[in-house]
């Protein structure tokens, strides 16, 4: 699909927008993306560092690769991608409604205004009990724990990362909330994913049977890009605030 020269999009105010993002949007705040050359699943076994499986079998292991990923989000700050989406949505904010859907973990879109999120994957700066029957409810957390995986002070199990690792289930409140808004939207934009992983790779597909404009930014095609109406090829930082122009 060939990548279309970036120029303002023609979102009104009273529109109804859903963007989704990956890690391309925090790529240039200084985050390793996952699946891009030298991206963290090649420096990392997935199974080892981001399964239930894996976190059985060495939790030590998993808290030290979290604990890298602590450090390396409270050294970064959001970039004008963040900033041009915490944007949009003050643009749309008296007539229009925004919702934002995303995948990362890192806090930055919160951290640049935007109000309006679903951090479907969870979230790295918090931490909760491994055991699910445990009344202790997840909390904020900028610890690291490079030394030994901290146990709940309440039943004594292993302490998580409240992140969603692979062959988990998302929040199923989440879920609901983000299909609801792509089955009622106006304007659908995924920014900075690689479209591989599912449900939210899927999310494009819903918006495609409502027949709205389906916009994407990112620096390569992705494996989902022939579902969107456009594409733009480029880096989000420097692509979303010529699109969101109107907003800034
Ligand atoms: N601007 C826009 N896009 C970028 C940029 C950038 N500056 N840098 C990289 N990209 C693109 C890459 O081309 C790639 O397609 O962002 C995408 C990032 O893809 P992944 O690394 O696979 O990240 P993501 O899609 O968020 O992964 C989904 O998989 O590993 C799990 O739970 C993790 O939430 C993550 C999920």
Not at 28 to 34: D, H, L, P, Q, R
Not at 89 to 118: C, K, P, W
Not at 137 to 156: F, I, L, M, Q, W
Request: a negative charge; one cysteine or more.
């Amino acid at each position: 699909m060939i990548s279309d020269t970036p120029r303002p999009l023609n979102i009104a105010p009273d529109a109804s927008v859903v963007v989704v993002t990956g890690a391309g949007v925090s790529a240039e705040s200084g985050i390793a993306t996952f699946r891009d050359k030298g991206g963290v699943w090649e420096q990392y076994d997935l199974e080892r560092v981001a399964t239930p499986e894996g976190f059985a079998a060495d939790p030590d292991l998993v808290w030290r690769f979290y604990s890298e990923r602590r450090e390396q989000v409270l050294r970064c700050d959001p970039n004008p991608a963040h900033r041009a989406l915490a944007a949009l949505e003050r643009f749309l904010q008296a007539r229009g409604r925004f919702l934002l859907v995303t995948q990362n973990v890192d806090g930055l879109h919160q951290r640049a205004g935007s109000r309006e999120v679903l951090p479907i994957h969870g979230s790295l700066l918090r931490t909760r009990c491994s055991n699910d029957g445990c009344p202790t409810r997840p909390v904020d957390d900028e610890r690291s724990y490079k030394n030994g995986a901290p146990r709940c002070p309440e039943c004594g199990s292993w302490l998580r990362p409240d992140v969603v690792w692979f062959g988990e289930y998302l929040d199923p409140e989440m879920e609901r909330q983000a299909r609801l808004a792509i089955a009622d939207c106006d304007w659908f934009l995924a920014v900075g994913t690689s479209g591989v992983v599912h449900p939210v790779a899927g999310y494009v597909e819903i918006a495609a049977d409502m027949g709205v404009p389906r916009v994407l930014v990112n620096l390569e095609p992705p494996a989902n890009v022939r579902a969107f109406t456009s594409f733009y090829q480029g880096k989000a930082g420097e692509v979303l605030p010529v699109l969101l122009s109107f907003a800034l």
